[in-house]
C-alpha cells in the first residue's frame, strides 16, 4: 500500500493544522493506522492510532485534548486535526499503516513547525 501525506506547514502556537493520509493499493488488507512524529534528535514516537473496525482511538499523552484522528473509508483516507499546537508539536508526521497481510507501510512524512 501507498500512503501520501499532506497539510503540513508552519504555523504559530496555539493554531491549528489539519493532516491528511491516503492510501492505495491494498487498503483493503489494512487493520490500523496511525500518525507517528520525529523531533530533531529523537526517536519516532507513536502521536495517535485508529483501528480499521471499530475505530476505536488512543493518543499519546501529549496530545490528548488538542488532536483528533478520524478517517474516511469511502476516500480510503485518514486525517489528523491538531489545535492548540505547541513548540514541541514540531518534528516530522508521518502515515503508518499496519496489515497481517502485508505488515506494515509507511508514508515520506510532512514537516509540522510550531513557531513561539
Known amino acids: 500500500v501507498q500512503l501520501v501525506e499532506s497539510g503540513g506547514g508552519l504555523v504559530q502556537a496555539g493554531g491549528s493544522l489539519r493532516l491528511s493520509c491516503a492510501a492505495s493499493g491494498g487498503t483493503f488488507g489494512i487493520n490500523a493506522m496511525g500518525w507517528y512524529r520525529q523531533a530533531p534528535g529523537k526517536l519516532r514516537e507513536l502521536v495517535a492510532a485508529?483501528?480499521?473496525?471499530?475505530?476505536?482511538?488512543n493518543y499519546a499523552d501529549s496530545v490528548k485534548g488538542r488532536f483528533t484522528i478520524s478517517r474516511d473509508d469511502a476516500k480510503n483516507t485518514m486525517y489528523l486535526q491538531m489545535n492548540s499546537l505547541k513548540p514541541e508539536d514540531t518534528g516530522v508526521y508521518y502515515c503508518?499503516?499496519?496489515?497481517?497481510?502485508?505488515?506494515?507501510?509507511w508514508g515520506q512524512g510532512t514537516q509540522v513547525t510550531v513557531s513561539s
Open positions: 485508529i483501528t480499521k473496525g471499530t475505530g476505536s482511538t
Open positions: 503508518n499503516a499496519q496489515s497481517v497481510l502485508w505488515g506494515s507501510s
